[in-house]
């Protein structure tokens, strides 16, 4: 069962918990609690921070000391955990609301003072902390999260900020959980029934393009990464109309390749298995719009989400092939290990359709991105206002991302021999670069638009940290609702 978190009152000295949780940082070499402990360390006579010390606690960011209480409090147990040097931002109490929620595993109920230091912060890193993806497992899969989590927080609105909070960490779970899930029970056609489900209960409106309705209506990119797997391709439109005066149009897409072989230009067998997460865009966008209904957030956003399964087989599309996309362009296949730009050429061009004011895309789409930024910061490019607004907030969400150029002169790499275009250049040289060229050519003039590669960040290979779990990570649910918001409120 997932951990339920809810608002907390009173001292937490006297609360009937299994655990209290506080927070501690290192100041000028010196261990100090954190706001909010006060109550706590009275009842330790003042000298928690040195007792603390002695069992080894430094502060340090993450770091997880247990104490038996010993009566000193209610709570027979007393989880410490640093949040580093200084004044603790957003997510470095998220971060350590994370760890102290994976350390109480096993917990019935807990107690966080974290939340009087930033009751969102807190409230996001305990449920994402304590995630577990358990539904495969036969025997139950071991420990259980922690039951039940009661933060405490002086703020006026702190009501409404739980109840934000806990539907964006909610949000993100969603996305980590469709990731999570194995290819054999996630496909094109499961994947558009979970995005289905997923929208009609929060009333959002849905349209489903079967491999008829996409070969009919022109999607050749789609249609043509699909049509080598028994498992036929989908489009999935989501559309949250924003309520009564919604602000902006916003269009979202998300690349949903559900497993990914490279086609006939085939993957190495090792680290194969990690392709289940090459949907992670398009799980993230679901799991967004399915957000921006349930909170009633004034902005008109649409999900545009090609799904296709890229396999290898006797009516696979191959090297060398001619792809007329959606809206008209040809498209010569160097490499069939490049299909995510081909459908998510073939959704751009549908999404722009709608006339929005902004079209974000976010998709794994090129192991450059790691060479060039590592597995926790994602490449951002676009047009230069909308894509640093977007790095921006995935700073201060911590997901992290960086603003990355789209040089003109990458373009003239992309030439065909024969089509308007092919679907990869002839050079090594800036992979993730090339792939936003070619994407931005499916993008009307005009139009504030940006890409977001994941590829590292939307699937965490080894142990887990902070807030995040091994597996899917749900980034960048959080960048996207933040500049969902932004663009409510500022247009």
Excluded: C
Aim: net charge negative.
């Amino acid at each position: 069962m997932p951990t339920e978190l809810q608002l907390g009152s009173g001292d937490p000295a006297a609360a009937t918990v299994d655990a209290v949780v506080i927070g501690l940082s290192a100041t000028e070499g010196d261990l100090a609690l954190a706001d909010g402990a006060v109550e706590i360390d009275t009842a330790f006579d003042g000298a928690l921070a040195e007792l603390l010390a002695v069992a080894g606690a430094t502060g340090k960011l993450e770091e997880v000391v247990r104490i038996p209480t010993r009566g000193a409090i209610t709570a027979p147990l007393l989880v410490a955990v640093g949040l580093g040097t200084g004044d603790p931002g957003p997510d470095a109490v998220r971060r350590a609301s994370g760890a102290a929620a994976r350390a109480l595993a096993g917990t019935g109920h807990a107690l966080s003072t974290l939340g009087r230091i930033d009751l969102a912060a807190a409230a996001e890193g305990t449920l994402l902390g304590a995630y577990a993806f358990t539904e495969f497992r036969g025997n139950g899969g071991g420990t259980e999260p922690v039951g039940r989590v009661d933060v405490l927080s002086s703020d006026a609105d702190a009501a409404d900020a739980l109840r934000v909070a806990t539907a964006v960490a909610t949000a993100v779970t969603t996305a980590r959980d469709l990731i999570n899930t194995p290819p054999n029970a996630l496909y094109p056609e499961s994947f558009a029934a979970r995005a289905r489900e997923l929208a009609e209960a929060a009333g959002v409106e849905v349209e489903v393009l079967d491999d008829v309705a996409l070969v009919e209506g022109g999607f050749g990119g789609v249609s043509g990464v699909g049509q080598g797997s028994a498992r036929k391709p989908r489009l999935v439109r989501l559309t949250w109309a924003g309520g009564d005066a919604p602000r902006k149009k916003v269009a979202l897409v998300g690349k949903g390749i559900t497993f990914d072989t490279g086609g006939i230009s085939i993957k190495p067998a090792a680290n194969m298995d990690q392709m289940t997460s090459d949907m992670s865009g398009a799980a993230a966008v679901i799991a967004t719009t399915v957000l921006a209904a349930r909170l009633g957030l004034p902005v008109a956003v649409t999900a545009t989400v090609p799904m296709a399964e890229n396999m290898p087989s006797d009516t696979a599309y191959r090297p060398g092939d001619v792809l007329t996309m959606y809206g008209g362009k040809t498209v010569e296949v160097l490499n069939t290990d490049a299909e995510g730009r081909l459908i998510l050429a073939d959704a751009i061009v549908r999404a722009a359709e709608d006339e929005p004011d902004y079209l974000i895309e976010t998709s794994t789409l090129t192991g450059a991105q790691m060479v060039a930024l590592g597995t926790r910061t994602a490449g951002v490019m676009g047009t230069e206002e909308l894509r640093d607004r977007i790095a921006a907030h995935a700073q201060a969400t911590g997901e992290g991302g960086w603003a990355m150029p789209l040089p003109e002169h990458l373009r003239a790499d992309l030439d065909s021999r024969v089509a308007d275009l092919a679907n990869v250049s002839g050079t090594r040289w800036g992979g993730m670069l090339v792939a936003g060229v070619f994407l931005s050519e499916f993008v009307p003039d005009g139009l504030p638009w940006a890409h977001i590669d994941i590829a590292g960040p939307s699937f965490h290979t080894g142990g887990p940290y902070g807030y995040t779990a091994k597996g899917g990570t749900g980034v960048p649910v959080r960048t996207l609702w933040a500049l969902l918001t932004d663009i409510a409120e500022n247009g």
